[in-house]
């Protein structure tokens, strides 16, 4: 008997307190965190203020994402911690925001690779002095979605007859990705070194 107490009393030491991890719903894992300079920025609509109270500080983030697509939303805040547990974040509370796209999608979708295009890339300034190249033109993409910029930048390079671009300035982003740029393109032919 007293080997069956130590033994449990040692598993339940070694196993520590299990909490139950909440999962995110399937459509609430597009929803993402927010800055409230992004939030003005980009025009969210507040839908509410949200108080979550001691919950265990793995599913705080869950919980507000969740939450934040049951309201209706996209973005989150996390305006004030409340309590903290172990140093992290255990009660907060959240302002959950709905979020228009900050950028105009294509009506067909994302933009598609034209047949030729592939071999169309961007250029690094310091490769442009080792390479052959002539600027056919400046390039302005109005905004669009992260994912179709280099696509939208290879297609307008190839139907100018050009092979790279550099993108020199980005005018706007999404937060984390340029979503409207200023871009050279260029024609480029690479110079080979004769080994005599």
Do not use: W
């Not at 507040?46 to 309201?71: A, G, W």
């Not at 993409?141 to 092979?163: C, F, H, Q, R, W």
Request: charged share 20%; aromatic share 6%; with cysteine.
């Amino acid at each position: 008997m007293k080997n069956i107490v130590i033994g449990l009393a040692v598993v339940l030491s070694l196993s520590g307190c299990v909490t139950r991890k909440i999962p995110v719903k399937q459509e609430a894992k597009e929803v993402t965190p927010i800055t409230e300079i992004s939030a003005i920025q980009l025009k969210c609509e507040l839908i509410e203020v949200y108080t979550l109270e001691d919950s265990h500080p793995n599913n705080v983030v869950p919980i507000l994402k969740n939450q934040t697509y049951l309201s209706g939303g996209n973005r989150y805040r996390i305006s004030d911690v409340l309590k903290t547990r172990k140093g992290r974040p255990s009660s907060v509370m959240a302002e959950l925001y709905k979020c228009g796209t900050p950028y105009t999608m294509k009506p067909a979708g994302n933009v598609q690779l034209l047949p030729g295009a592939y071999s169309v890339k961007p250029i690094a300034f310091s490769e442009i002095e080792n390479n052959d190249c002539k600027i056919l033109t400046t390039h302005v993409v109005e905004k669009t979605s992260p994912d179709s910029l280099e696509i939208e930048l290879a297609n307008e390079a190839y139907m100018l007859g050009g092979n790279r671009f550099h993108i020199t300035k980005i005018i706007d982003s999404d937060g984390v990705n340029p979503t409207s740029v200023v871009a050279d393109i260029y024609r480029c032919k690479h110079r080979t070194v004769a080994f005599n």
